[in-house]
């Protein structure tokens, strides 16, 4: 199938703390496997994204983590600001109807509290 | 260089009526996907386009349709409009055929009334 599922729906922390999103996949031929940040009004913006010959890619203060035993890879943003308060969208690559495309988790809203 | 472009930004359609969606892909990239986002559903796709041509479609009924020009920008139209098909419609650009590496544009707010 193509379900990508992400948790929490909805995570607040305090200023400089860190946040972590996790998602899950079902399709283990996945190899892509990228994340959005959305902000009102916007598009979603590609931040990150990982391949499943690498386990741990890091930007900055975004990380991201690939389990591919357990179909499972993580966001992690490390001293959070009140910028990074946004919707944050996994995605998962997958054999379509044609090409691989990307399927979408239905997104995390991240509130970083001042 | 630019990103990814579409107009227009925002629309208000009657229902029954058709709508035509313009994207502009990033200049060099000759993909586009077209996803519909709903807060309830996320970002469903609909279909991509390469060199003209569909190579990939998402499980939206045959109202949904698009095309591509020769110059990459695509446009995507719903004929019959219906209540439900009120979202934001999005735009992804990427440099090619089954690359995964997709640039949103900011979307097309489409309200059906």
């Known amino acids: 199938g193509e379900n990508v599922e992400q948790h929490p729906s909805t995570l607040s922390v305090q200023e400089g703390d860190s946040a972590v999103i996790k998602c899950t996949y079902s399709?283990?031929?996945?190899?892509?496997f990228p994340w959005y940040k959305q902000e009102l009004g916007k598009g979603p913006q590609l931040i990150i994204d990982i391949r499943s010959n690498v386990g741990e890619k890091k930007d900055q203060r975004i990380a991201v983590t690939l389990n591919k035993t357990a179909k499972h890879f993580s966001l992690h943003i490390t001293e959070t600001q009140p910028e990074d308060s946004a919707v944050y969208f996994c995605a998962a690559s997958i054999q379509g109807y044609g090409n691989n495309r990307l399927a979408f988790g239905k997104g995390n809203q991240v509130v970083v509290i001042p | 260089k630019a990103g990814v472009t579409q107009t227009p930004r925002y629309l208000i359609k009657t229902r029954g009526q058709q709508v035509t969606l313009s994207c502009s892909p990033i200049s060099g990239h000759r993909s586009v996907s077209w996803y519909q986002q709903t807060p309830g559903q996320g970002l469903q796709f609909l279909f991509e386009?390469?060199?003209?041509?569909?190579?990939n479609k998402g499980n939206f009924p045959g109202r949904f349709s698009g095309r591509q020009f020769s110059n990459s920008r695509s446009e995507m139209n719903v004929s019959t409009l219906e209540l439900g098909d009120s979202a934001l419609y999005l735009c992804a650009s990427s440099f090619s055929q089954g690359e995964l590496e997709a640039f949103f544009g900011q979307g097309t707010r489409l309200t059906v009334v």
């Open positions: 386009y390469f060199s003209e041509t569909q190579r």
């Open positions: 399709d283990s031929a996945s190899n892509y």
